[in-house]
């Protein structure tokens, strides 16, 4: 089983370049998650997405844009990257029941990128 | 922007030891999970609890949550080298939208 899938799992960028990082999953979940994570902390919500067609911010969002063309897939496009965007990057998903707003999150196995 | 924060950051405890980790925040949540994260993978769901003073049990593991739903623990009893890895508390924020705040992590190393 698939389950989340990202690509690139390492990724050097120089100062000012663009690139994205890619997010599929095969579980058909409504929502979808982009986290990133520094050395010795927890994870921080950079956008989220609640459907194909639905986007909205998180906690740390900017210099980043994503899109949500389908329900599998959930790209986050880095712009004009920065060293401070140096980090462990992690696309989650998960399935919300009906009534409910519990529930597990499956993560892929990260994408570090370091900008220099 | 909701808060969570764990203590202790960094345990490191011998083979058979029992320890606790927690979890605190000044908000209320719908539901709070603890996750466990080993070196270049990405986290993996423990438990989930819903209901204010909830106690689960996971083999070693037993996780609570608070009668007031703003804070959680977690007691590993005996720990064991298989235990080490870093454990995360997740909030899930009520209303429409799953959205989950995660707190800022406990490095736990068990050494044999």
């Known amino acids: 089983n698939a389950g989340v899938t990202q690509t690139p799992k390492f990724r050097i960028l120089k100062i000012g370049q663009s690139m994205t990082l890619q997010c599929t999953q095969d579980m058909n979940h409504n929502y979808m998650y982009w986290y990133r994570q520094d050395p010795g902390m927890g994870l921080k919500l950079i956008y989220y997405s609640v459907g194909a067609g639905i986007t909205d911010k998180g906690e740390v969002p900017n210099g980043y844009n994503v899109s949500r063309s389908t329900t599998e897939d959930f790209p986050l496009r880095l712009e004009l990257a920065a060293p401070s965007q140096t980090s462990v990057y992690f696309c989650?998903?998960?399935?919300?029941?009906?009534?409910?707003?519990?529930?597990?999150?499956?993560f892929g196995e990260g994408s570090r990128l370091t900008v220099l | 922007t909701q808060l969570l924060e764990q203590s202790p950051q960094f345990l490191s405890i011998q083979e058979g030891e029992n320890l606790t980790v927690y979890c605190n925040s000044s908000?209320?949540?719908?539901?709070l999970q603890w996750y466990r994260q080993e070196p270049g993978e990405g986290p993996v769901l423990l438990v989930t609890?819903?209901?204010?003073?909830e106690v689960k049990k996971l083999k070693r593991l037993t996780f609570q949550f608070g009668d007031a739903r703003k804070d959680s623990s977690l007691h590993i009893t005996a720990a064991q080298p298989g235990d080490t890895g870093l454990y995360l508390c997740a909030g899930a924020t009520p209303g429409g939208y799953q959205k989950v705040t995660f707190g800022t992590g406990t490095k736990l190393q068990v050494i044999p």
């Open positions: 908000s209320v949540f719908s539901s």
């Open positions: 609890v819903v209901t204010g003073g």
């Open positions: 989650a998903s998960s399935y919300t029941p009906a009534g409910r707003n519990t529930g597990e999150l499956f």
